[in-house]
């Protein structure tokens, strides 16, 4: 059939790419709130795979109580990191009323900056923002509405997920299977292959991830904390939670630290060294760390990472963009192990990364082979 379709016209060939990529365009945004979810779910099932399987060998548990204590270890880990969140959270509100005098004193420095620079008088000023503010009160009542829905639509979604990933784990045999089935026999090893790249790579790819966000909260925290800089803590868990979506997360901490950095602290120099170790932590991360760590796991090009992070944003919003490199590392799998689609998997892959790792494998062996000639026979 493939052979087929290559003997078509190009126009034809174009055409039928174009309609099949609008096709599942369009289910991908309409079925957002069922496929969000269960994608999720399918890779924290990956995740906790391995825990689930240790606990029905060498405690001989039954498989649907292995899976529950596995989601409910999830389900602790994600508690506990709310916890810490909510708690300096609720410490912050505190200093409410010094962010209020800091914001108004900006105000004012910024109306006096804007009447000398542009001959715009401070009463016009007043006059357009009490007009905006008029607005914003006007529509209270419509976003204080959808942010209620959004917080039910948040608890119904973790909600799903976690019932799914207890689904996942209880019928795994059951989805092989129909892997299996689905595809012609002769092609029963290449699926088999796919499927265990598949798990062990997202499984390296999330455990690489987690430690990589870890490590970024726990720098920030402790360059924060040496500085003085208030609610420490709370900034790199945040930096480390936003750090997980590539290249546009940090610079989202770094707005959020320091919009708390300038409510909390009167000095100007400190807000800029704020900046600066933002800044330093994640050049750090983005050339030593994630190479490191997570580049080792997923060979994915800087280019389809950013695009798949906007196109994710776009069709899925903020889930679509933590879901973005996973989804495009499945699909590189798949191109890779199919001839037909292995330009695709070119496309994605990074050959740069491919040559530093054959470098970085060369390098070890000629130790090993030293080490080995020097030992004493």
Not at 39 to 47: Q, Y
Not at 189 to 208: F, L, S
Not at 233 to 245: A, D, S
Not at 334 to 343: A, C, E, K, T
Request: hydrophobic share 55%; with cysteine.
């Amino acid at each position: 059939m493939y052979n087929r379709f290559i003997r078509q016209p190009f126009n034809i060939r174009l055409a039928a790419v174009l309609v099949s990529l609008l096709c599942i365009g369009y289910l991908v945004i309409a079925g957002k709130e069922l496929l969000s979810p269960l994608i999720f779910s399918s890779l924290f099932a990956i995740l906790l795979l391995p825990f689930a399987r240790w606990l029905e060998i060498k405690c001989r548990l039954p498989r649907s109580m292995a899976c529950m204590l596995s989601v409910l270890l999830l389900l602790s880990a994600i508690g506990l990191l709310l916890y810490m969140v909510g708690s300096e959270i609720s410490g912050l509100s505190s200093d409410w009323p010094v962010f209020k005098e800091q914001m108004g004193n900006s105000i004012n420095a910024l109306q006096d900056w804007v009447s000398k620079k542009f001959h715009v008088d401070a009463l016009k000023q007043l006059n357009y923002v009490h007009t905006a503010t008029g607005k914003l009160l006007d529509s209270g009542t419509v976003v204080l509405g959808a942010t209620l829905v959004s917080l039910s639509s948040m608890v119904l979604f973790l909600v799903f997920t976690f019932i799914y990933t207890f689904l996942f784990l209880v019928y795994r045999s059951l989805i092989m299977k129909f892997f299996l089935a689905v595809f012609l026999e002769e092609n029963a090893a290449v699926v088999t292959d796919i499927v265990e790249q598949v798990q062990y790579i997202i499984r390296k790819y999330i455990i690489g991830l987690l430690l990589e966000m870890a490590i970024v909260a726990t720098a920030v925290s402790i360059a924060f904390s040496i500085m003085g800089v208030k609610y420490a803590i709370l900034l790199g868990i945040i930096t480390g939670l936003f750090n997980l979506v590539p290249y546009v997360g940090i610079f989202t901490a770094l707005l959020i630290s320091t919009l708390v950095t300038f409510a909390t602290a009167a000095a100007a120099s400190k807000i800029v060294l704020v900046i600066v170790v933002l800044l330093v932590i994640h050049l750090v991360d983005s050339n030593v760390l994630l190479p490191l760590i997570v580049g080792s796991k997923v060979r994915i090009n800087a280019l389809v990472t950013v695009v798949g992070v906007v196109i994710g944003e776009m069709i899925w919003g903020i889930p679509g963009m933590f879901l973005s490199v996973p989804v495009v590392a499945v699909l590189k799998i798949i191109f890779d192990r199919v001839p037909s689609l292995q330009p695709w998997g070119l496309l994605l892959g990074d050959e740069e990364a491919k040559k530093q790792s054959r470098k970085l494998e060369k390098a070890i062996d000629k130790v090993e082979q030293v080490v080995q000639d020097e030992s004493p026979k």
